[in-house]
């Protein structure tokens, strides 16, 4: 079992809909969360960071963790066709110079 | 501002050639990564610097790859020889300080298929 799994989809939803993304982790050690977005042939660029558990609001983003269910997920309210990428969660235990657990990631397309 | 910059963004090469690849991080920043991805593997780290010495190499196939920064502002992957399994995306990222708050940023990509 892959310490971060996440459900590479595709998933296709109509514009204005409410996106789910989700990972599981099975490294209890892992405190800080992240969720980064990568357009086709372009590099990750960092969505949203969360620590620890609980929820954090960006616009039309929520971040989610549930660390007792060892579970994260990503909300998007109001989706656009600009949303449309590829969504993939990291987590990291920072225990001095930890790096970064990445998902496979979840492909995403709002059609409009 | 520059981003992160990686060159060549497409290499295609036989199997057996040496390919190296290389990498301008962001001005300043002192923490700079490799990493592959795959379709079946995802993002994976290779190798990663801080202040230009190799901090964790163990993602790395030591017997084919090696990873140098010789300064602050290049660094370069090479793969010799290379296989057809070597074929993904391989992208470089650097970032200020290894704070979560302090994201990686990350180049383009190089696109590299081994025939």
């Known amino acids: 079992q892959k310490e971060v799994e996440q459900d590479p989809g595709p998933l296709s939803v109509p514009e204005g809909a409410i996106v789910s993304l989700n990972c599981t982790y099975s490294?209890?050690?892992?405190?800080?969360f992240m969720w980064y977005r990568q357009y086709s042939r372009k590099g990750p660029e960092l969505l949203m960071y969360?620590?620890?558990?609980g929820n954090k609001e960006d616009g039309r983003f929520t971040a989610q963790v549930d660390k007792s269910s060892k579970y994260i997920s990503l909300f998007i309210r109001d989706s656009q066709p600009s949303d449309s990428a590829t969504y993939l969660c990291?987590?990291?235990?920072?225990?001095?110079?930890?790096?970064?657990?990445f998902g496979k990631g979840t492909r995403l397309s709002v059609i409009a | 501002d520059a981003g992160v910059i990686q060159s060549p963004r497409h290499e295609v090469t036989e199997m057996g050639q040496e390919v190296t690849l290389r990498c301008k991080p962001i001005?300043?920043?002192?923490?700079l990564f490799w990493y592959r991805q795959t379709m079946m593997q995802g993002l994976e780290l290779l190798v990663y610097?801080?202040?230009?010495?190799?901090?964790?190499d163990s993602g790395m196939p030591k017997d084919r790859f090696s990873a140098k920064m010789p300064n602050a502002s290049f660094s370069t992957l090479k793969i010799q020889p290379s296989e057809p399994r070597d074929s993904a995306v391989y992208f470089c990222?650097?970032?200020?300080?290894?704070?979560?708050?302090?994201?990686?940023?990350f180049g383009d990509g190089t696109r590299l298929s081994i025939l």
């Open positions: 990222a650097s970032s200020f300080g290894f704070l979560m708050d302090q994201p990686q940023h």
């Open positions: 490294n209890s050690a892992f405190q800080y």
């Open positions: 969360t620590y620890s558990s």
């Open positions: 990291a987590m990291s235990a920072w225990s001095g110079n930890t790096p970064l657990v």
């Open positions: 001005s300043g920043h002192d923490y």
């Open positions: 610097f801080n202040n230009k010495a190799v901090m964790d």
